[in-house]
Each structure stands twice: as structure tokens, then as C-alpha cells.
């Protein structure tokens, strides 16, 4: 049997349903890092330097990915009122919100602290400078049922979004004619140039040769 080929489809409906499909990748993929994070780095202490430096990423990425499907000026974002419908829940996501912009992916938050003085010894001779610091390891372990059902409701919000527009996409292309499917393109991406790294999807895939 010959394989089905994915013909590209060209509409507002098609470009929402894409963007719906990358948000829950990003999701899935921030439910997974913490998850992992919740069962083998949340109660983990005094461990090597590698174990220290990948529970710091994985629950940093976690937490990035998760807030940046509610970023407002991405190409399409997930409505935190739509999802989160009681007060505590808005203020469970302001708490994630302000753990990523003060800590996980900006560094200005006291989550990050550093007090610097000078070692004096009794005789109050000052033997040179020191530091103190304290950066945070994340929340406890109880917290990971709450913390993986509240990014689940996120997911299931964005599953349902893609069932109802793959939905709405199958009946437009029933509506097409032979010619008009014959005619579509395969449905491809491509590899990214340095120089258009910034460049949005709309621009890219519009871009001259």
C-alpha cells in the first residue's frame, strides 16, 4: 500500500492549528522535564556538581516552556482565564509567572541572593574577601501532584484545541476538489540560516529564495 502524503494546507485555520501543535510540545516537554526533576533532583541534596547543574536545568526549562505558551506576544498563546477559572489557580500561575521572570529566565529576583564581606579573625586582622549565597533548589517534593495537575489542565485545554481544529481542517479539505489537492504542496519544513534565526515563522515561510 502506497504511504499517504501530508499535503500542505495554506489558511489562518492551518497556520492556528500549527501554532496549537508546537504550545504542546513545549508543554509535554515541560510536564516530562519536571516530572523527572520531581523524582530524581527534589530531594536530592549534597550531590556532585553534574547533579546540581542538571536539576537546576531541567527545572528551569520546565518552567520556562510552561509560562511561554501564555506569552501574550508569542503568535498565539494560551488564555490563562480560560484554563485557570478560580482565584487560587490565577495565583498559583502569578507565582510560576514570577518564578520565571525573576529567577528561571531572568536573574534579578531574591530567589538568587549573594552577601560579600571579609573573613576577620579574633585579633580583627582581615584575612581577605568571602561570599555567602544562597540560590534556590525549587520547591519541596510534596509539591509535585499540584504542581503536574496544574500544567496538565494546560494540556488538556491544548489537546482539545487541536482535536476541534484538526477537525474543522479535514472537513475544508473534503471540501476540495481532486485538481485542488493534486495541486497542493508537500507539506515540508526546512533548515534555519543563522542570519534568520529572529525572523518569524510567517516571515520565514514567505521568505524569498
Known sequence: MPQPVLKEIK?????ELAEY???????????????????????????TAEDTLISQALFRDSIVMFVGCFDKT????LPVSDIYKTQNERDYFQ?????????????FGALRQCVVGVFVDDAGNVLGAGHNDRIWAGPRAAAKTEMLMFMGAAFRYTERKILDLSRQLTETAKALTPAELAALNVAKTHAVEPHEIRLSRRKFRTKGP
Open 95 to 107: 507565582w510560576l509567572l514570577d518564578m520565571r521572570d525573576a529567577y528561571a529566565a531572568h536573574k
Open 21 to 47: 501543535q508546537l504550545l504542546i510540545k513545549d508543554l509535554v516537554a515541560a510536564y516530562a522535564a519536571l516530572d523527572l526533576w520531581f523524582n530524581k533532583y527534589a530531594s536530592l541534596r549534597g550531590g
Open 74 to 77: 508569542a503568535p498565539l498563546s
Open 11 to 15: 489558511s489562518p485555520l492551518a497556520t
